[in-house]
């Protein structure tokens, strides 16, 4: 597999990826010092997904890691007019948290938070330790500002996305903590119940979301570590979420990646390359002003029935998605990007794609051409009590009202595909614009 | 519950004269014919052991209604042999074609309700080869699964009516004894009913598969929450109050949810009873494992009877229904080789073992243990064992089917 990260670290040579990609000399040159990056990412990646599932599984994801993508060193600016990780070619690995807020927290404790996170996100993503001594240029008798983890790792990809969920505008005893409850955009509002839902109020909801997306597991970890550590007293983890091997992609450079049931996932998702989608469907319009530019978030936890998925026949796991599950291609026939013939009709004169199927239900044809821009990730957090495998899909999307969410949710009420799926968490969040340079995440809300 | 030591060996099928009827009787190698005398709440088999073969019966029906005679497997649930719609004063011939084993005979006064002169009959010899001949195995599988159906849900019917009675004179005690009773026949023919669409919802939602849904939640466990009402602060399997949108029903509710159940039953039957009423061979097979993801998806977690903690009964019925249907198809698989004679030894073990396990905990007819009371670590036992099960059993069909 990998080989010794010093003979991998001789100048000229550029260091081998497996999946084939070669580092360019440039790409070493962004290197913060003379080390390998690769050969290091191959050991911290291995630990760190060790770190993320626990135990036995560990080494099977770290080998993941070894083949993740070349996009490595890309380097996402953080500053814009949209927010980075929404749009960005999704990256491999996820680390999620929603936060919920002190209770003795003020208005302008609130805008000072989210002014140290927006700093500390603005370095993180640019490949820079937080605070102004990072890692271990501090005093010797103070503990170091940044949690060192990612100390001579490329930023990776790295992208944070800030999102504000119902409750801070108004919690759900009613209170108006900081006198934003009239700045709540209509359409934020928790999501209601839909069939199939087995939501664990712990692992749903929250004050306010941090999606941190990068190509090397440790980067994401370390993000969502840092800016906890900042938000200490101000702030605590709700709940957080690791996930891995994206399972869309957003951009048409990517391959469609495939979720834990073992299908292609996200062939039909909005891709960065399709602006005028993208702004239909992704980018929230100005009502309230303060969201132009912005979007809304969902999360579902959804945990899968592996075991039972595993010993559904081939033909009926086809029939459940709607897709063959090697090429990805239509049940109505056709290659993977073929679109589907929901009308097209077999031998017996039933539909090719059965009426029950997960791609029927969810298609834009079937729901007035609604799209979500999906970019979720699968998860295996261990098992549960009884040794099975608690596993499934961290399901993210983005979208210009929640409402497109909540249609295309209502429409798969039949879904073949719920007999192998429980939703056990949902949130949702107001995504507000990007931040100008000099100015912070939110900072609209707050004018 | 050791039955399938025994069921292992009679792998017997009914040939195809089972599906018309009367036939006249050319075999019987000169035993004579077995006489059957039914009367409305008797069933006296003048024999309690005969040589394998053709066996021919000669029923008469001297009862004031309308009767049926069923010959069962050892496990008293799995339909071997059926003789329909004997009409009162009528004597009738029928010819099962029985291997060496143990089976039981009863009647089925007005063809419903539970079976009447359940006795043990004994057929002794050596076993005939079995036959390779698809469709005549096909045609038995099926014509005896139907029958098995049909059985089942003759006994719900009138099962439905005593416990839904019970609820909606108020007789809770009564009802709670009779909840996971009469759920049993239900629970052993799921895939079945469920393929009915609209009933299944009707007669088996849970409350928070109904509010998901947006339908009028009706049904057993709706009767269940009135029977079990939560304690106060008491919280769903989906972690919402209890007392979300819920509160005990009124007398008038339960004269509305009773007679909902026994309507729905009614239907069921009435759909089950229909003459185009037909399964596939795939259908059994895949309703076998299907009854074992039922188990694993809802009982294991404890969902299904979230009130009366009443879920081993619901799982092993399951099992039975489960292991019905593999019985049914079981011949077929044994036609297929090696490879159909290591499947089944495989699946009869774990069935076995799994039979085992359960016995631990109580039985239908005594009742078993609050599943409250079950810990995580035995749970994991019978999750591990349906998961050993359910791995060989889901290579079934393909093997029947010759895929």
Same mark, same amino acid.
């Given at each position: 597999?990998?080989?010794?990260?010093?003979?991998?670290?001789?100048?000229?040579?550029?260091?081998?990826?497996?999946?084939?990609?070669?580092?360019?000399?440039?790409?070493?040159?962004?290197?913060?010092?003379?080390?390998?990056?690769?050969?290091?990412?191959?050991?911290?990646?291995?630990?760190?997904?060790?770190?993320?599932?626990?135990?036995?599984?560990?080494?099977?994801?770290?080998?993941?890691?070894?083949?993740?993508?070349?996009?490595?060193?890309?380097?996402?600016?953080?500053?814009?007019?949209?927010?980075?990780?929404?749009?960005?070619?999704?990256?491999?690995?996820?680390?999620?948290?929603?936060?919920?807020?002190?209770?003795?927290?003020?208005?302008?404790?609130?805008?000072?938070?989210?002014?140290?996170?927006?700093?500390?996100?603005?370095?993180?993503?640019?490949?820079?330790?937080? @605070?102004?001594?990072?890692?271990?240029?501090?005093?010797?008798?103070?503990?170091?500002?940044?949690?060192?983890?990612?100390?001579?790792?490329?930023?990776?990809?790295?992208?944070?996305?800030?999102?504000?969920?119902?409750?801070?505008?108004?919690?759900?005893?009613?209170?108006?903590?900081?006198?934003?409850?009239?700045?709540?955009?209509?359409?934020?509002?928790?999501l209601p119940?839909f069939?199939?839902?087995?939501?664990?109020?712990?692992?749903?909801?929250?004050?306010?979301?941090?999606?941190?997306?990068?190509?090397? %597991?440790?980067?994401?970890?370390?993000?969502?570590?840092?800016?906890?550590?900042?938000?200490?007293?101000?702030?605590?983890?709700?709940?957080?979420?690791?996930?891995?091997?994206?399972?869309?992609?957003?951009?048409?450079?990517?391959?469609?990646?495939?979720?834990?049931?073992?299908?292609?996932?996200?062939?039909?998702?909005?891709? #960065?390359?399709?602006?005028?989608?993208?702004?239909?469907?992704?980018?929230?319009?100005?009502?309230?002003?303060?969201?132009?530019?912005?979007?809304?978030?969902v999360?579902?936890?959804?945990?899968?029935?592996?075991?039972?998925?595993?010993? #559904?026949?081939?033909?009926?796991?086809?029939?459940?998605? @709607?897709?063959?599950?090697?090429?990805?291609?239509?049940?109505?026939?056709?290659?993977?990007?073929?679109?589907?013939?929901?009308?097209?009709?077999?031998?017996?004169?039933? %539909?090719?794609?059965?009426?029950?199927?997960?791609?029927?239900l969810a298609?834009p044809?079937q729901n007035k051409g609604t799209q979500l821009?999906?970019?979720?990730?699968?998860?295996?957090?261990?098992?549960?009590?009884?040794?099975?495998?608690?596993? @499934?899909?961290?399901?993210?999307s983005?979208q210009r009202d929640p409402q497109q969410f909540i249609d295309i949710q209502r429409s798969l009420a039949?879904?073949?595909?719920?007999?192998?799926?429980?939703?056990?968490?949902?949130?949702?969040?107001?995504?507000? %614009?990007?931040?100008?340079?000099?100015?912070?995440?939110?900072?609209?809300?707050?004018? | 519950?050791?039955?399938?030591?025994?069921?292992?060996? /009679?792998?017997?099928?009914?040939?195809?004269?089972?599906?018309?009827?009367?036939?006249?009787?050319?075999?019987?190698?000169?035993?004579?014919?077995?006489?059957?005398?039914?009367?409305?709440?008797?069933?006296?088999? *003048?024999?309690?052991?005969?040589?394998?073969?053709?066996?021919?019966?000669?029923?008469?029906?001297?009862?004031?209604?309308?009767?049926?005679?069923? /010959?069962?497997?050892?496990?008293? =649930?799995?339909?071997?042999?059926?003789?329909?719609? /004997?009409?009162?004063?009528?004597?009738?011939?029928?010819?099962?074609?029985?291997?060496? !084993?143990?089976?039981?005979?009863?009647?089925?006064?007005?063809?419903?309700?539970?079976?009447?002169?359940?006795?043990?009959?004994?057929?002794?010899?050596?076993?005939?080869?079995?036959?390779?001949?698809?469709?005549?195995?096909?045609?038995?599988?099926?014509?005896?699964?139907?029958?098995?159906?049909?059985?089942?849900?003759?006994?719900?019917?009138?099962?439905?009516?005593?416990?839904?009675?019970?609820?909606?004179?108020?007789?809770?005690?009564?009802?709670?004894?009779?909840?996971?009773?009469?759920?049993?026949?239900?629970?052993?023919?799921?895939?079945?009913?469920?393929?009915?669409?609209?009933?299944?919802?009707?007669?088996?939602?849970?409350?928070?598969?109904?509010?998901?849904?947006?339908?009028?939640?009706?049904?057993?466990?709706?009767?269940?929450?009135?029977?079990?009402?939560?304690?106060?602060?008491?919280?769903?399997?989906? !972690?919402?109050?209890?007392?979300?949108?819920?509160?005990?029903?009124?007398?008038?509710?339960?004269?509305?949810?009773?007679?909902?159940?026994?309507?729905?039953?009614?239907?069921?039957?009435?759909?089950?009873?229909?003459?185009?009423?037909?399964?596939?061979?795939?259908?059994?097979?895949?309703?076998?494992?299907?009854?074992?993801?039922?188990?694993?998806?809802?009982? /294991?977690?404890?969902?299904?009877?979230?009130?009366?903690?009443?879920?081993?009964?619901?799982?092993?019925?399951?099992?039975?229904? *489960?292991?019905?249907?593999?019985?049914?198809?079981?011949?077929?698989?044994?036609?297929? !080789?090696?490879?159909?004679?290591?499947?089944?030894?495989?699946?009869?073990?774990?069935?076995?073992? =799994?039979?085992?396990?359960?016995?631990?905990?109580?039985?239908?007819?005594?009742?078993?243990?609050?599943? !409250?009371?079950?810990?995580?670590?035995?749970?994991?036992?019978?999750?591990?064992?349906?998961?050993?099960?359910?791995?060989?059993?889901?290579?079934?069909?393909?093997?029947?089917?010759?895929?």
């Amino acid at each position: 597999m990998r080989t010794d990260p010093a003979s991998t670290d001789q100048p000229g040579i550029p260091p081998t990826d497996p999946s084939g990609a070669t580092a360019t000399a440039a790409e070493d040159a962004k290197a913060p010092h003379g080390v390998s990056r690769r050969g290091l990412l191959g050991l911290i990646g291995a630990g760190a997904a060790g770190l993320a599932v626990g135990g036995g599984t560990g080494a099977a994801i770290g080998a993941n890691a070894a083949s993740a993508s070349s996009q490595r060193n890309a380097v996402y600016p953080f500053h814009g007019a949209h927010q980075a990780g929404i749009t960005t070619p999704v990256q491999d690995r996820l680390h999620f948290a929603s936060f919920d807020l002190a209770d003795s927290l003020t208005r302008d404790d609130l805008v000072q938070l989210l002014k140290d996170w927006t700093a500390a996100a603005a370095k993180m993503t640019a490949g820079q330790p937080v @605070g102004e001594t990072g890692a271990v240029d501090g005093p010797e008798v103070a503990p170091p500002e940044d949690t060192g983890e990612a100390l001579d790792l490329p930023a990776a990809g790295l992208t944070i996305t800030f999102g504000f969920g119902p409750t801070l505008f108004q919690t759900t005893d009613g209170r108006d903590r900081f006198g934003l409850a009239s700045r709540r955009p209509a359409a934020l509002a928790v999501l209601p119940r839909f069939s199939g839902d087995n939501l664990s109020p712990e692992i749903s909801g929250g004050d306010i979301a941090i999606q941190a997306c990068a190509d090397d %597991p440790q980067v994401a970890v370390h993000a969502i570590r840092n800016l906890s550590r900042i938000a200490f007293g101000r702030a605590s983890i709700r709940w957080s979420q690791l996930g891995f091997g994206r399972t869309s992609s957003t951009s048409t450079s990517q391959l469609t990646a495939r979720n834990l049931m073992g299908f292609k996932d996200g062939t039909a998702n909005i891709k #960065a390359e399709d602006p005028k989608v993208v702004d239909a469907q992704v980018w929230a319009d100005g009502d309230p002003s303060w969201m132009a530019g912005g979007s809304y978030l969902v999360t579902r936890k959804i945990r899968m029935i592996i075991e039972t998925w595993d010993r #559904a026949q081939l033909q009926e796991q086809e029939r459940v998605i @709607g897709r063959n599950k090697g090429a990805g291609a239509p049940l109505s026939g056709g290659a993977e990007f073929t679109a589907p013939d929901f009308s097209a009709t077999g031998a017996t004169g039933k %539909p090719l794609i059965d009426k029950a199927a997960h791609v029927r239900l969810a298609h834009p044809d079937q729901n007035k051409g609604t799209q979500l821009l999906r970019r979720g990730y699968n998860y295996v957090d261990g098992n549960d009590q009884l040794g099975r495998l608690d596993a @499934g899909l961290f399901f993210i999307s983005y979208q210009r009202d929640p409402q497109q969410f909540i249609d295309i949710q209502r429409s798969l009420a039949t879904d073949a595909l719920k007999e192998y799926i429980r939703h056990v968490g949902s949130a949702v969040f107001a995504v507000p %614009p990007g931040a100008k340079a000099g100015g912070f995440i939110g900072q609209q809300l707050f004018a | 519950m050791p039955r399938r030591l025994v069921t292992g060996f /009679i792998a017997a099928g009914v040939v195809a004269v089972a599906l018309t009827g009367c036939v006249p009787n050319k075999a019987g190698a000169g035993a004579g014919a077995v006489n059957v005398a039914i009367t409305d709440d008797t069933c006296a088999v *003048a024999e309690k052991t005969t040589a394998t073969g053709a066996v021919s019966f000669s029923i008469t029906n001297k009862g004031s209604d309308t009767n049926e005679f069923e /010959i069962y497997a050892s496990d008293k =649930l799995r339909i071997v042999g059926e003789k329909e719609n /004997i009409t009162p004063g009528q004597t009738v011939t029928y010819v099962a074609q029985l291997e060496p !084993g143990s089976y039981y005979t009863a009647c089925k006064f007005q063809q419903v309700g539970g079976p009447v002169g359940l006795a043990a009959f004994q057929v002794t010899g050596a076993a005939t080869e079995l036959t390779s001949d698809a469709k005549k195995l096909s045609d038995v599988a099926v014509t005896n699964y139907i029958s098995y159906i049909k059985s089942q849900v003759g006994e719900l019917v009138p099962a439905v009516a005593a416990f839904s009675a019970a609820y909606a004179a108020g007789d809770d005690e009564k009802a709670r004894s009779l909840f996971a009773s009469t759920r049993a026949f239900y629970e052993r023919i799921e895939p079945t009913a469920e393929a009915f669409g609209d009933l299944d919802p009707k007669l088996d939602y849970r409350e928070v598969d109904a509010v998901a849904e947006g339908l009028d939640w009706t049904g057993f466990h709706r009767i269940e929450k009135d029977l079990w009402p939560p304690a106060p602060g008491a919280l769903n399997s989906d !972690g919402t109050s209890a007392f979300l949108d819920w509160a005990p029903s009124t007398p008038a509710q339960r004269q509305s949810f009773a007679a909902g159940l026994v309507g729905d039953t009614a239907k069921l039957q009435e759909l089950v009873s229909a003459k185009d009423f037909t399964v596939s061979l795939a259908d059994i097979s895949n309703g076998s494992i299907g009854l074992l993801d039922e188990v694993a998806s809802g009982k /294991i977690s404890g969902e299904e009877d979230w009130w009366s903690g009443t879920d081993l009964t619901d799982f092993a019925a399951n099992v039975q229904g *489960a292991d019905v249907a593999y019985g049914n198809v079981r011949d077929i698989a044994l036609t297929k !080789g090696e490879k159909g004679k290591k499947l089944t030894a495989s699946i009869d073990a774990e069935f076995s073992a =799994l039979n085992g396990l359960l016995a631990q905990y109580g039985s239908i007819d005594a009742g078993f243990t609050d599943y !409250g009371q079950v810990t995580d670590a035995q749970k994991k036992a019978l999750s591990d064992q349906v998961n050993a099960l359910s791995e060989p059993l889901s290579q079934l069909t393909a093997l029947v089917l010759g895929a």
